[in-house]
């Protein structure tokens, strides 16, 4: 079955999903997987090396309880790209 990291493999971007109960994302989120994440509202994207996915970069304000927002958002694919990066400059 489709699910959210399988959608990330297969379209290499980032994700935010703002409310894992909401309609759009339970086709994605399992119970399963909302059960182990505890958290609502994440960021999620790949770390790609050499044009392949070898893993995944999760972000959550579970413990805090804190809202994402915009800003947060624009933070975390920052850093994502900067890991991207670090990743293929090792690789040479």
């Known amino acids: 079955t489709d ?26 989120v399992s119970d399963e997987i909302r059960l182990v994440l505890a958290s609502r509202s994440f960021f999620v994207a790949p770390l790609v090396l050499s044009e392949r996915v070898i893993g995944l970069i999760y ?8 809202e994402l927002d915009n800003e947060s958002y624009e933070s975390f694919q920052h850093f994502v790209q900067q890991a991207n990066q670090a990743l293929e400059y090792i690789r040479r």
């Open 59 to 66: 972000a959550d304000r579970q413990p805090s309880d804190r």
């Open 3 to 28: 699910n959210i990291f399988s959608k990330l493999v297969r379209n290499v971007e980032s994700m935010w999903i703002k409310d894992t109960l909401s309609n759009n994302s339970k086709e994605l």
